[in-house]
Antibody, heavy 122, light 107 residues
Framework: QVQLQQWGAGLLKPSETLSLTCGVYDGSFSGYFWTWIRQPPGKGLEWIGEINHVPSINSNPSLKSRVIISVDTSKKQFSLRLTSVTAADTAVYYC????????????????WGQGTLVTVSS | DIQMTQSPSSLSASVGDRITITCRASQNIRTYLNWYQQKPGRAPKLLIY???TLQSGVPSRFSGSGSETDFTLTISSLQPEDFAAYFC?????????FGGGTRVEIK
């Protein structure tokens, strides 16, 4: 059963770059879309973007200018970088798997990584 | 972006109660609607996809229905482990969007 394990820095200062990586274990890497989602404390979920092994990349227009999603298929890992962070980027960041790209209708998320709390504070 | 509106935002119920959570989309999303359960400090867990298909391993007391703009998640007999937050998500078009969540609390 595939598992996602994520890691990265949890405390950043404003204007720094958030960097997270998610590893895929006990499952196939190709043929799926690998996704980043975030959740500010006590709030709802926001889709950040996705990547596959090609790579084909899609991201949320609300964050697109600051989001960099990359993949290392040899390691079965994908990464998120978010530049110029502010306090508004404080959230739990999750990685997750989708069967199809966003907008193809059948894009649900399962499984999820354990989540990483990223706090932006001066 | 498609806006997803859940109601209520929270509810109190007792073990054994039947509860229904509603999710409304700002435009027709056919049946491209998914439901998740999230417990405190944990990642969301997929419950239902395609508006009504139960994910493998999810108890049959959970059910989903609806199409186009109006959807419901029903728990037929609330169990202690069901007290959690529930989110809907549309997968019709990018950017994918989620509802604001419904917190189910113990009465």
């Amino acid at each position: 059963q595939v598992q996602l394990q994520q890691w990265g820095a949890g405390l950043l200062k404003p204007s720094e770059t958030l960097s997270l990586t998610c590893g895929v274990y006990d499952g196939s890497f190709s043929g799926y879309f690998w996704t980043w989602i975030r959740q500010p404390p006590g709030k709802g979920l926001e889709w950040i973007g996705e990547i596959n092994h090609v790579p084909s990349i899609n991201s949320n227009p609300s964050l697109k200018s600051r989001v960099i999603i990359s993949v290392d298929t040899s390691k079965k890992q994908f990464s998120l970088r978010l530049t110029s962070v502010t306090a508004a980027d404080t959230a739990v960041y999750y990685c997750a798997r989708s069967l199809v790209p966003a907008g193809r209708g059948l894009a649900w998320f399962d499984p999820w990584g354990q989540g990483t709390l990223v706090t932006v504070s001066s | 972006d498609i806006q997803m509106t859940q109601s209520p935002s929270s509810l109190s119920a007792s073990v054994g109660d039947r509860i229904t959570i509603t999710c409304r989309a700002s435009q027709n999303i056919r049946t491209y609607l998914n439901w998740y359960q999230q417990k405190p400090g944990r990642a969301p867990k997929l419950l239902i996809y395609g508006a009504s298909t139960l994910q493998s391993g999810v108890p049959s007391r959970f059910s989903g229905s609806g199409s186009e703009t109006d959807f419901t998640l029903t728990i037929s007999s609330l169990q202690p482990e069901d007290f959690a937050a529930y989110f809907c998500q549309q997968s019709y078009t990018a950017p994918l969007t989620f509802g604001g969540g419904t917190r189910v609390e113990i009465k």
